[in-house]
Structures are given as C-alpha cells and as structure tokens.
C-alpha cells in the first residue's frame, strides 16, 4: 500500500504546495511507508429493515437514522470494516513532534491518507471476494447522522481490541489515533454514489475526526 501525497496534501490543506513542499511531504510518505503498513479486519453480517432503521442480527448492531437506510437500501448484507496504522503510528508522531514539528505535521496528515489507503485496499479485498455482488460507498459512524458512539459497538462486533489493538475513547474517538470503523453495504443490483465527501457532510464544520486531522475515511 503506498500514500497518496496528494490526499496527504488535502489534509494539509496545501492541495496547491509548492515543489518543495510537495518533495517534503513525499519524503515523509515514504518514511513512514517504510516503517509500517496499515492493518485491517472486517466481517460481513446481514442486513435487516426496520421503523427504527437498518438492524445487524449477528452483531446486535442498530444503526438507526436516514443515512444508514438510503446507503443499505438495496443492501442484504453488508461488511464492517476496522483499520489501523497502530500504536506504532503515534509513537513514531510524538518522537517525531519532539524533534521536529513541522515534520511532525506532515507526518500526521500522511498518516491520515495512509490509513484512508487501508481502507480502500480493505474494501478491493471484499469486492474481489464478492465479485458477483456489487458495492455501496463507505460510510463511518460520525458521518452524517450515523452515531458516533457507534464506534464501540462496531468494535465489539469485531473484536477490535483484541485483533488489532483499537479500543474506543470516552468521546467514542478511537485509539490508536489513525484507526477508522465503515461499513460498505453488499447489493446484487448497482449501486449509486451516494456520497461525496466531507464538504456534503452534515457534520461539516463540527467533525470530531477532522478535529483530529483526520476523516471517516469515506
């Protein structure tokens, strides 16, 4: 899995860096590519409907609100997703913050793109074992009105903390930090993009995860 520096450079919020600004950031993608590489779980479960919204009976799992209808819709199953960078990952971000900061900065923001990496490499694995089946966007609890504190049920049905090392915070954040959750709903009919991304996010302004220079990995 590589980081793409461009992502890397959104969250930097300098999409339109200079040269060398773009050669630092890239030094530091490979850095860090070099070091470790993104892990990741999921499990598929099948998909209910009810008034209160979309049910996963093997996980116990409620995701109530309009956006889990609208993107399981056509959905019987659908796959929980959890990738990490680790704890290595912050280790490596606090040594970094007590030498260099500005390094340190870009640092994080490929650490965001390069757990983003993880979950698109997550989510090719599941369309390659479910070729005949096609799939609907990623979407993370936090995004739009799928609770946050989702998280420590979707960790639950995963075994997280024990697979992988993520547990959730009292804010529901995760730990390590560049850790995300999804999940990618599985239709036998094509499905539509329903989602484009943080600017059309309900949340748009008060995200928890952009709060920490990260997403929800949409």
């Known amino acids: 899995m590589n980081i ?26 490979h850095e860090l590519e070099a070091k ?5 779980v999921w499990r598929e479960f099948e998909v209910v409907f009810r008034e209160d919204g979309v049910f996963l009976p093997d996980a116990n799992l409620a995701l109530p609100g309009a956006l889990a209808k609208k993107m399981l819709s056509a959905c ?11 704890a290595e990952f ?45 799939l609907s966007d ?4 936090g995004y739009g009105d799928l609770p946050l504190d989702l998280q420590d049920d979707f960790l639950a049905a995963l075994n997280g903390q024990k697979r992988l090392g993520v547990t959730a915070l009292p804010s529901h954040l995760l730990a390590p930090a560049k850790s995300v959750t999804a999940i990618i709903g599985l239709s036998g009919q094509p499905q539509e993009a ?25």
Do not use: W
């Not at 199953?77 to 990490?84: E, K, M, S």
């Not at 990623?138 to 609890?141: I, K």
């Open 36 to 40: 470790l590489a993104p892990k990741y």
């Open 194 to 218: 329903k989602i484009r991304g943080c600017a059309f996010c309900a949340l748009q302004g008060r995200c928890a995860y952009r709060e920490r220079g990260t997403t929800c990995a949409i």
């Open 76 to 86: 019987d199953r659908a796959a929980l997703l959890l990738c990490t960078l680790g």
């Open 138 to 141: 990623r979407f993370s609890p």
């Open 90 to 134: 912050d280790r490596l971000l606090r040594m970094t913050q007590a030498r260099d900061m500005a390094r340190a900065v870009m640092l994080d923001a490929c650490g965001s793109a390069y757990v983003e990496a993880g979950c698109a490499e997550a989510e090719r694995e599941i369309a390659r074992l479910h070729s005949a089946l096609y």
């Open 4 to 29: 793409d520096v461009s992502e890397a450079l959104r969250y930097l919020r300098a999409v339109n860096a200079d040269k060398e600004t773009r050669m630092a950031v890239e030094s530091v993608a």
